[in-house]
């Protein structure tokens, strides 16, 4: 029986698409998904016998496992317990996105372990599992109506090009799936980037849309300094703990982001493109530190996503951090270990802005000290 194959670029009611994919694939069936990389075909990974038919179709070794699609970076943890540090940040960077994750099960006590034994050979023979966050709508609806995640992989036997296209995998797949989900070319055409995450580190084991360079970039640790204006306590923060980590590291300020180190600061209140207050200027200027170049930029959801850790002025700039993101909890700290505030020196005397200065950077001094890069 030749499968159904819905056009979702003519579809009225998406909801009844996604209820019927989840639905095949709660019932055992197959389902070709479209992905920004390329196509794939889908079994529930609560599903022994969907996934059994995923080898079939493949016509691939039991030891070639498939990725395990799940609905968001965030539940990564929930299936991997012990993540990593690395991996973490990789998957709030990347997903929903191009980036396959293969990390180490672990022995906790993750959703992996109450999987059937079957599926968890099928997605982690030899102790690793490939995770993923695919950045295609509907994907994302199904995996957020399906009770468990996806066992996913390339809708093409194997050996065979990969499908960019609806037309080619219903070519490669013939009548063995069950529905077709069709949404025009995809939008990159070649696969997702595979990445190795282990502790602090990362290896590239298949290059894909992400290349090497630009996971150089998203696997660099990140601190945020954030106060209300990003005129004043934030900047200054910011060039003080570029100059202190850049002596830990014993590195060239200039290098910092080459040795995978990245030093930013915010503003919850503040206006895109601000220079910094002359008196801010005048005071780092006696520490050999140069602020000119300075322009404010306003917090955003990207930068709390991507920072690894966040130090706020105040404790009120911390709770208005959670408030709108409170997924940031474990990331987020006053820059004062103790708690205390760092008052704003805005309007005051050159000074006023020398005690800011100075509390700020013992202040640094003690969380540089406590980061590992």
């Known amino acids: 029986m030749p499968p159904i194959v819905i056009d979702l670029r003519k579809t009225e009611d998406h909801r009844d698409v996604v209820h019927r994919a989840v639905q095949t694939l709660a019932e055992g069936g197959l389902v070709v998904f479209p992905t920004e990389t390329v196509y794939g075909i889908g079994a529930s990974a609560r599903s022994a016998d969907g996934v059994e038919k995923l080898f079939e179709i493949k016509g691939r070794s039991h030891e070639a496992p498939f990725a395990l699609a799940i609905k968001s970076a965030e539940e990564a943890l929930d299936y991997v317990p012990q993540l990593g540090q690395m991996a973490e940040r990789l998957a709030r960077r990347c997903w929903p996105g191009p980036v396959t994750l293969v990390v180490d099960c672990g022995e906790g006590h993750g959703l992996v372990n109450q999987l059937p034994e079957s599926v968890r050979r099928a997605i982690a023979p030899g102790g690793t599992i490939g995770l993923r966050v695919p950045a295609q709508p509907v994907v994302l609806d199904v995996l957020r109506m399906l009770a468990g995640p996806i066992a996913l992989t390339s809708a093409n036997r194997s050996g065979e090009p990969a499908a960019v296209t609806a037309e080619q995998a219903a070519e490669n797949l013939g009548d063995q799936v069950d529905l077709i989900l069709d949404d025009g070319r995809s939008r990159y055409g070649q696969a997702s980037t595979v990445v190795r995450a282990t502790g602090h580190d990362y290896s590239c084991i298949r290059e894909g849309v992400v290349g090497r360079s630009a996971l150089d970039r998203l696997s660099s640790m990140m601190v945020l300094l954030v106060c209300t204006g990003n005129t004043c306590r934030s900047p200054m923060a910011e060039v003080i703990m570029r100059q202190l980590i850049?002596?830990?590291?014993?590195h060239p300020e200039s290098e910092l982001d080459q040795h995978g180190m990245i030093v930013l600061s915010a503003g919850i209140a503040a206006v895109q493109g601000c220079?910094?207050?002359?008196?801010?200027?005048?005071?780092?200027?006696?520490?050999?530190l140069d602020l000119?170049?300075?322009?404010?930029?306003?917090?955003?959801?990207?930068l709390v996503r991507h920072a690894d850790v966040i130090l706020t002025m105040t404790e009120g700039h911390r709770h208005a951090i959670l408030r709108r993101w409170p997924e940031s909890s474990t990331r987020i700290h006053t820059l004062r270990a103790d708690g205390k505030d760092i008052q704003d020196p805005i309007g005051g005397s050159a000074n006023v802005y020398r005690e800011c200065a100075e509390e700020v950077q013992t202040a640094l001094q003690q969380r540089v000290d406590e980061l590992e890069f």
Not at 246 to 250: S, T, V
Not at 275 to 288: D, I, L, Q, R, Y
Not at 292 to 302: A, D, F, I, M, V
């Open 246 to 250: 850049a002596e830990k590291l014993g």
């Open 275 to 288: 220079g910094p207050s002359h008196e801010a200027v005048v005071v780092m200027k006696e520490k050999g």
């Open 292 to 302: 000119r170049k300075h322009e404010s930029q306003p917090l955003t959801e990207k």
